[in-house]
Nanobody, 124 residues
């Protein structure tokens, strides 16, 4: 079993920054895929920033490359997402997720445990 608890988020003006964190606790399940997804009502959930077993370990959606940074310092149980240069298009519910892959690649289907979500709103 895997439990995830997000914190952070909130409201910010365009061009601003926000940080999200996620505490990952596991009991019986191994985890090697962790990351952040986001969803806007009426749209599909989007993988934003992932940490995978492969090389490079971090993967980003094109829409956030150069602005968002995902990290897991020391490989410990906290995942961070630093979001800079935010735009209104970044407004969404952000979810932390975890899962396990037998390969170096983590697809969306590998993520089987989800946090409750935290809202990020970017507006003037």
């Amino acid at each position: 079993q895997v439990k995830l608890m997000e914190s952070g988020g909130g409201s910010v003006q365009p061009g601003g920054s926000l940080g999200l964190s996620c505490e990952v606790s596991t009991t019986t399940m191994s985890v090697n895929c962790v990351g952040w997804f986001r969803q806007v009502p009426g749209k599909e959930r989007e993988g934003v920033a992932l940490i995978t077993p492969g090389i490079p370990r971090t993967r980003y959606a094109d829409s956030v490359k150069g602005r968002f940074t995902v990290s897991q310092p020391g490989g410990k149980n906290t995942i961070y997402l630093q979001m800079n240069s935010l735009t209104p298009d970044d407004t969404a519910m952000y979810y932390c997720a975890a899962g396990y892959s037998t390969s170096d690649y983590c697809s969306a289907t590998h993520f089987v445990a989800w946090g409750q979500g935290t809202q990020v709103t970017v507006s003037a």
